[in-house]
């Protein structure tokens, strides 16, 4: 039975390691295929319908027709929202493939294009077909064809390389892990699926078909493993329908994509489309408050901060590639065009890194950190951009009375240096407060310990004392084991443990080197690699002790947030230390003086009696 489940077993492994490198190998050819099915090479900024001097706009199987280019020719009558109605007399399809693929296909030099307006009148158009409208467009703007194209085109290439990298490395050091193999398989379908993008864009089959497939299956496979993660069983009531909603719906998308179905409406396909990650999102924050702190919660914390990261980037790239599309100016439609895809690139960014730290345990510990900088430059941002914009505005109005056209380059200047003014006092503020808010764990190690035991040392034994410090700094900073060690007149003694067998810890002080008079990290110790002096000052320095702790639950080491306020609290528990000890040998000395006075007195009274 034993053999059975084991070559039952082996034989699992070896088909998810075929079938992962079927993805990996799909992921890596998709760059070469794009090149091979593409016209015109990867980036969509130049197609067939930028060689006529016109940009199109719009959602899957609604496209118009923006500004032109140009208004050269036939371009001079084409109006903001005309629909392609008819290619050299050949009706035109709705959707962007097909209908590049029918102008590619149209001989000639010039080709006649009908057009439907908003108001329904109908024209003809007679364009010359040639790359140099685009190229002419982007004369003045600060950006020519070449970069705009190269630019875009790395940017997809960015993109595509994270995807791959979050399958591998996932994959790599999770392999046997479902959740960890079911989010690679994700990361890899959608690299693929991003690769062929531009493919699809340009003329349909087969970037079309692996587009289409690729994405709804890369998307499913993602929220499912996200479903299951981190513990691999789906613990949230109500999460095995969302589960199997998740899977109707990449299954549904796919065919619709694939036009094996009819497509649902629009409303619906956005609701559905946006409810199902939210859901998923809210499963994993109904199971971070359900979680004691240690790792998991920390892995869901990850989470949570990746795809809040990387909603932010979307809305970004969203709002720019739409007023992108629609701009007027052609100048102001390329750069929005590319900072679209610039977001784009940080919204994989975001949600697979946060993705990846979370599932190889990588410094899990270092979440709080890196949220509430992160939340504090991104605070700080708005606030000045809000700043400056509305002073820009408020000066220019007021100075438009006294320098004319110049106004606008005045005010800007001055609504700068107020900017510039305020960035210091703001990030301090700012930093202070995320800090505060996101890791309040540390704020109050740094700024309650000093006070704590300025309190306790004039009442509690030294041992109490030490036994309340270890408690705060290892809840502070997340240690998992700490001692403290007494100089004791250079004989070093075990004076409080935590987390640790004194006798394990007694083992571990008969090798330590306690030689060094700062902030130390020892490598090679596994069991305690910090180690902290605790120095008075006074009549010079004298160390009295030393705090050594162990690393995180996660295995990694302190990040600089940790050691600045261990450094912080390093002196005032020395102090108190240091009086408490003074303080326990003046009691012990006058307990032995009252205890010898005591002796005296009994011995005279027999004397006394006689």
């Given at each position: ?90 009706p ?10 029918l ?21 003809d ?6 790359p ?61 699926a ?47 329908l ?34 199902l ?36 980037a ?11 599309e ?8 390329a ?35 890196v ?7 991104a ?6 951009a809000?700043?400056?914009a ?14 004319g056209h ?8 001055v ?28 704020t ?13 040392r ?64 020892e ?51 020395a102090?108190?230390?240091r ?17 010898s ?14």
């Open positions: 039975m034993d053999r059975s489940l084991t070559s039952r077993a082996g034989w699992r492994q070896a088909l998810v390691l075929a079938l992962w490198i079927v993805a990996l190998l799909a992921a890596m050819a998709a760059v070469p295929a794009n090149y091979v099915y593409s016209d015109d090479g990867l980036a969509s900024t130049s197609n067939a319908i930028t060689d006529l001097g016109m940009r199109m706009y719009g959602p899957r199987g609604h496209w118009r027709l923006s500004e032109p280019l140009t208004r050269e020719g036939g371009l001079a009558t084409i109006r903001h929202g005309d629909e392609i109605i008819a290619v050299d007399g050949t035109a399809p709705s959707d962007a493939p097909p209908l590049l693929a102008v590619s296909a149209a001989p000639g030099p010039y080709v006649t294009v009908r057009t439907r307006s908003l108001d329904g009148a109908v024209r158009h007679l364009v010359l077909r040639t140099d409208h685009l190229r002419k467009a982007l004369q003045g703007s600060g950006m020519s064809l070449s970069a705009l194209t190269h630019g875009r085109e790395s940017l997809w290439l960015l993109t595509w390389a994270i995807g791959v990298a979050a399958g591998l490395l996932v994959f790599l050091r999770r392999q046997h892990d479902p959740v960890a193999v079911g989010f690679s398989f994700g990361f890899l379908i959608q690299a693929a991003i690769a062929f993008y531009p493919c699809h864009i340009h003329f349909g089959l087969p970037g079309e078909l692996a587009y289409h497939l690729g994405a709804p299956l890369g998307d499913g496979l993602l929220l499912l493993a996200l479903l299951y993660f981190p513990t691999g069983r789906l613990e949230v009531r109500g999460s095995p969302l589960a199997g909603a998740v899977v109707l719906w990449s299954l549904g998308t796919g065919l619709w994509g694939l036009n094996l179905t009819p497509p649902p409406p629009s409303w619906i396909n956005a609701t559905v489309g946006s409810l990650p939210i859901l998923t999102l809210v499963v994993q924050v109904i199971r971070y408050r359900a979680l004691p702190p240690g790792p998991q919660r920390q892995q869901i914390r990850w989470v949570l901060f990746g795809f809040a990261a990387a909603a932010l979307l809305v970004v790239s969203t709002l720019t590639g739409m007023v992108g629609q701009a007027e100016k052609v100048a102001e439609w750069w929005l065009l590319v900072a679209s895809d610039a977001a784009g690139c940080l919204t994989v960014l975001f949600a697979g890194g946060g993705l990846v730290i979370s599932v190889i345990r990588y410094r899990l510990f270092d979440a709080d950190a949220i509430s900088r992160s939340a504090g430059y605070i700080l941002t708005l606030a000045l809000g700043l400056w509305g002073a820009e505005k408020a000066l220019e109005v007021l100075f438009e009375g006294q320098f110049e106004a606008g380059v005045v005010s800007a200047g609504a700068a240096a107020l900017a510039a003014l305020l960035v210091t006092p703001a990030h301090h503020r700012v930093m202070h407060w995320t800090e505060q808010v996101f890791q309040k764990h540390l109050t190690l740094r700024h309650d310990l000093p006070e704590y035991v300025g309190d306790l004039e009442t509690a034994s030294v041992a109490r004392l030490l036994d309340a410090v270890l408690d705060r700094i290892s809840d502070g900073v997340r240690a998992h084991r700490a001692v403290v060690v007494l100089a004791n007149g250079g004989r070093p003694k075990l004076a409080a443990s935590y987390g640790i067998d004194r006798a394990a810890a007694a083992t571990w002080l008969k090798t330590a080197d306690l030689t060094g008079h700062g902030v130390a990290r490598p090679a110790d596994a069991l305690l690699p910090l180690r902290l002096p605790l120095a008075v000052t006074g009549e010079g320095r004298q160390v009295i002790g030393w705090l050594a702790l162990g690393p995180r639950p996660d295995g990694s080491f302190y990040g600089k947030d940790e050691l600045d306020a261990l450094k912080a609290i390093a002196r005032p528990v102090r108190a230390i009086i408490a000890q003074l303080r326990e040998a003046r009691d012990g000395g006058l307990a032995r003086e009252l205890k006075i005591r002796s005296e007195l009994a011995a005279l009274r027999p004397a006394r009696a006689s």
